[in-house]
């Protein structure tokens, strides 16, 4: 039977390569448009020129950033509805965690890659006054808290692919079953109804219900309440979709 | 290889082995090939071979040496009879079709010897 | 003999649509078998069924005593068609995957057998032609060391030249105890090279049995045989 760790390993790299080379677009972009500033002469004074250089980095990560969700989103459904994964002799639950593993490795590193270029590039453009500016006030709890929030988003975008990935399942669960599910009317009915259920499903998650007594009040128990939200929510899609694997067929 | 679609394929197989040793182009004690191969040969599966083989080897055509392979007899008697069969089949095959015609079998006679005469004169 | 597949009181239905009703076979190891019948009849979706690929259906298919599906495809070989793979992947890094994700893959067996039916490796899937795809796909599920191989119409609309290689290429690289069932609805193209046929009508198996014995007690073609059975009922 095939191991789980070249499963892991095939989906990892293959994750791994599409965001290198999304990564180098982000680069090209970054570089030609500061390259055009330059020649333009908008190049300025150092807040100007930080400020110029932050915005289109931003603007790039975020666009490509999107980009590379979308793909991951693929890449699992993908994992889950063709004959290329599906005929791996290995089992549906482990064949999912790969698919998830994964997608969380390839996000974690587009993330960080993204975050040490905006970082970078920061830091090399500023000088030393705005960088002890930027560092003089801050307290270890400012750093604890953006990291959190940091953190927190990140699971907010893996808790949405797994979503993703959970509509894509059922809907095609539900659209065997009934007659006439091959036609497009029905399929949007089908993914509206599944999209319905996995909301009534996620709502149930209620921590401050589950554990009375535990006092989340301040910024930092704010963020850990709403991350353990997340990890929670996660944990249960990826086990429903464990699950519902075995009712897939595949359709490639 | 093309062979005819309404007979059993390992008959047919049988009947182009037993002319490949009527006609010398297997010597007797020979070794044939092996199974796999011939399938390949002749573009069937190693089971429609088999079936083939072994029949040959149950009417003594073939004799299997343990570990060796399979081997065309070297016991003449046998392939005396092989050629005595397919000699009559044939004759019976020619025998039949002019019967058919109509001929009665002096004629048939007659035409045989005015065929091998017009050979001669060739 | 034990069984190398077992299927029991197999009933599959999608989208409540009935496919196969009560389907009962016993196969065993070491034959090349037709999978025969009309088009649509079901045979690809009995071929993904025994390949675990699809899903829902009542009853039982056994594979060597094995009924968990990660179990039973370590023991089946089905042709896929690639469609997982995007167009611009190139047929080398196809090839590693298969290498890296099935433990019983032999690349060496893949140079050889895609050398033979004359694959060139060196370009990416988009650049395939009809015939060479197939091809591709027949190298690549042969290379598998298995028990039981599925192929789905690997002849349909390929050139005579392709189809007589893919024959040799069953003949030469599929292990004598590896069973082999080929689905088409021309057995002229395969009536010589299988020793069984199982032939599908009426939502499940009509016959299943030796060419040879159809050919030595009907005296007619197996494709003779076979269209005769279709035209009894019009």
Known sequence: ?252 | MKFKDNIPIFIQIKDIINSRIISGQYKMGQKVSSVRDFSIEFEVNMNTMQRALTELIAEGVLVTKRGLGNFITEDIEIIDNLEGSRINSVIEEMYNDLTEMGLSDQEVIYHIQNFMKEKRDE | MSNLLEIKNLSYRINQKLILREINLEVQAGHFIALAGENGIGKTTLLRLIASVAKNYRGEITIDGKTKPEEKKTMVSFSDQLEGFSKRTKIRDIEKFYSQVYPDFSEEKFDEIAAFLDVDCNNNLSSLSKGMKERLVIALTLSRQVALYLLDEPFSGIDVMSRDKIIKGLLTWVDENSTVIVSSHHLSEIENVVDEIIIMKDYGIYEHVKTDDIRNEQGKSIEEYFENIYWEDK
Request: proline letters at 1%.
């Open chain 1, 1 to 252: 039977m095939t191991s789980f760790g070249s499963v892991l390993k095939q989906m990892t790299v293959k994750r791994i390569k599409l965001m290198n080379q999304i990564i180098l677009v982000q680069i090209s972009v970054i570089i030609g448009s500061c390259l055009y500033d330059f020649f333009k002469g908008n190049m300025g004074s150092n807040d100007k020129t930080l400020a110029n250089v932050t915005a289109i980095e931003m603007g790039s990560l975020i666009a490509l950033g999107i980009v590379s969700i979308v793909y991951l989103i693929s890449f699992m459904n993908l994992e889950v509805n063709s004959n290329r994964f599906r005929l791996i002799p290995i089992s549906d639950i482990k064949l999912y965690m790969g698919s998830f593993l994964s997608t969380v490795f390839g996000f974690m590193y587009i993330c960080l890659i993204d975050l040490i270029i905006l970082g970078s590039s920061v830091l090399i453009i500023a000088d030393k006054k705005m960088i002890s500016r930027m560092f003089s006030d801050i307290h270890f709890n400012e750093i604890i808290m953006m990291l959190l929030a940091l953190f927190l988003i990140f699971s907010i975008f893996i808790f949405g692919m797994i979503m993703c990935n959970t509509i894509n399942i059922l809907g095609s669960v539900i659209t065997s079953f009934i007659p006439g599910g091959k036609q497009k009317i029905v399929k949007w009915i089908v993914y509206a109804i599944a999209i319905f259920l996995i909301y009534k499903v996620s709502s149930y998650v209620d921590i401050a219900g589950w554990l009375p007594g535990v006092d989340w009040t301040g910024d930092i128990n704010d963020l850990s309440y709403s991350i353990m939200q997340v990890i929670i929510e996660i944990i249960i899609f990826v086990v429903i979709n464990m699950n519902l694997l075995r009712f897939v067929e595949t359709s490639k």
